[in-house]
Nanobody, 120 residues
Framework: VQLQASGGGLVQTGGSLRLSCAVP???????IGWFRQAPGKEREFVAA????????VYADSVRGRFTISRDDAKNTVYLQMNSLKPEDTGVYYC???????????????WGQGTLVTVSS
């Protein structure tokens, strides 16, 4: 079972991107999280949402700029990223877990990642 992240690209500082995560139907009731990994750094939590969208959590570094949402009819979770900064650069991964958590081990299934580059 694998999730499919897409939508990355090159954008200037202050710009916007929307990432998509295609979620297999077998994971319909899972929480979905977004993580990112900058070159030479550990993979870090960005945002997560419960299957009902009743619970959403954001990292302090993105709160107010990023929005996570899901369209269950399309089995897709989105990460809308606004006011992008160079420090947002990295490979973005989506992952599925039983609960909304901020730690990587809580997520059982991962996508392959999509690269976001924010130029200064």
């Amino acid at each position: 079972v694998q999730l499919q992240a897409s939508g990355g690209g090159l954008v200037q500082t202050g710009g916007s991107l929307r990432l998509s995560c295609a979620v297999p139907s077998s994971l319909d009731y899972y929480a979905i999280g977004w993580f990112r990994q900058a070159p030479g750094k550990e993979r870090e939590f960005v945002a997560a949402t419960s299957w009902s969208q009743g619970t959403t959590v954001y990292a302090d570094s993105v709160r107010g700029r990023f929005t996570i949402s899901r369209d269950d009819a399309k089995n897709t979770v989105y990460l809308q990223m606004n006011s992008l900064k160079p420090e947002d650069t990295g490979v973005y991964y989506c992952a599925a877990g039983r609960l909304v958590k901020v730690d990587k081990p809580s997520y059982d299934y991962w996508g392959q990642g999509t690269l976001v580059t924010v130029s200064s």
